[in-house]
């Protein structure tokens, strides 16, 4: 969803993706976002493209991204971890 700075219309930018859970910035144009039913991690750019980054395990919650190290840190509920990930 697309909310303005100002008053006016809240404006979808995607499809479904399922329940998503966490998101972070990721760059100035797009966002990482973990759905929480499904493990996966989107990046998602401000124009609604979607691109699938990784597929974790199933219930991952609110996600860290890390920029200056290229770190993104996984909480996993219902495992009891943080996963690491660092990309290239």
Do not use: C, H
């Not at 990721?26 to 989107?42: C, K, P, Q, R």
């Not at 124009?47 to 996984?74: C, T, W």
């Amino acid at each position: 969803m697309k909310m303005p700075k100002a008053n006016g219309p809240i404006k979808n930018i995607t499809s479904e993706l399922g329940n998503l859970d966490g998101i972070q910035k990721y760059d100035e144009t797009s966002f990482l976002v973990s759905a929480w039913d499904s493990g996966i991690i989107y990046k998602i750019s401000k124009a609604g493209e979607v691109e699938i980054i990784m597929e974790a395990e199933k219930s991952v919650g609110g996600i860290l991204y890390i920029p200056e190290r290229k770190i993104l840190a996984l909480p996993m509920n219902f495992q009891n971890k943080l996963l690491l990930y660092k990309f290239e």
